[in-house]
């Protein structure tokens, strides 16, 4: 089992969800990309993280 962390900063604002764009580490192509996070929760945050479990 390995974890990733991943970051992202805000890119636009949307009706109900607030879209955000991955910073891929240097050197390195995108885990994810651009993820949409509704409202509610990002709230006004520029900037978030996720931990991704990959589990083998």
């Known amino acids: ?4 962390k991943v970051k992202f900063i ?5 009706k109900n969800s ?3 764009e991955e910073v891929p ?3 390195m192509p995108p885990v994810i990309g651009s993820i949409y ?3 509610w929760f990002a709230g006004s945050s520029k900037k978030i ?3 991704i479990t990959k589990k083998d």
């Open 1 to 4: 089992m390995s974890e990733k």
């Open 37 to 39: 996070v509704q409202k």
């Open 10 to 14: 805000f890119e636009k604002e949307n």
């Open 18 to 20: 607030v879209r955000f």
């Open 49 to 51: 993280e996720i931990t």
């Open 25 to 27: 580490e240097d050197g």
